[in-house]
């Protein structure tokens, strides 16, 4: 009883959480008119201080930023207006809208080399282009089943990064719960890409590559450098094949390993490779940030060469290596769920 109290978001918290959802909007349109009017900012704001927060604020409060993501709230504007049509998806389709998430996801990322990085009005461009898919489908289906749990490609990200959560908030966006998605990725505990909840091929398929992959995926990705003027199409075949080849060799790893452990392990194995994937990215994206990255240049906020001793990098890539496997594979904390469910009611 005490936690469905909790639960139930009014008055003064929901208002919080409303006024919180209205400032990270705010911010967000903020950071897009800036890629468009002023792409140096808009750039640094988005690809080189937005997004190098988000895996760890994924690892460490996942339902935080479920609450306030500008793009989920945009998709449920009409869902709170009550407007939306409330379709149900099926578990096939849900599944499927997964993989193809996860398939999204490995398509754009390599295109920040491509153009994303150094190109504010195309960063614009992909943001209203998913923000428009984002609307629609949520305007079609119920709550968050098509995209903040279902074709949104950063939902493959949080549900492999978000093992254990520091606290579980209530759920700022749905009132009651309508059973919109199973299993539901705010409200589970424990959930993980592999879920046994769901044993649909697309949801395996889309678990695996996501599991097994990213960790070279992501190695691979910081091994390509960013291209400027339109050069980058000119290289398009090796901006891929890196990514894609280390996403191979780690995926058959995975599968091998998996293969050969017993079941109980198969935790372990996941949040090892999380850990992989979300410390790789940090090794290689924080020394680059103060200038001292492995590409010259390549995603440098602020140039601290000239202040910081040489080993700078190395402390930072040996800290955060090790929080992360003490966070997600040491740290005893039970794996909650992100946010608190809410009262299940029957929909008409
Ligand atoms: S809490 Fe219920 S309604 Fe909200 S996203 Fe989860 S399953 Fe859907």
Redesign the pocket.
Known sequence: MEVQAKSILSGRSLQYWRIAQILVGIIGLGIFFALIFFPEIGIHAFWNVLIPVAPALFVVAVGLWRNVCPLASTSLISRHLGLARNKKLKPKQQARLQLISVILLLLIVPLRHTIFDTNGPATALIISVLALIALYISFRYD???AWC?GLCPIHPVEKLYGRKSLFVLP?A??KS?????NP?P??TPSIHPLTKKNKTLSLKIAGTLIIGGFPGFIWGWFHVQDYYNNEGWEHLILTYSYPIVAMLITLILFIVIKKIIINKYEILLINIFATAAVSIYYWYRLPALIGFGIIPGDGMLVDLTEYLPYWSPILLQILTTLFFAWWIILNKKETASWVI??PYIKQK
């Open positions: 709550w968050k089943s749990s759920n966006h749905c719960c309508v059973k919109c998605v539901c705010d409200s469910r809410p």
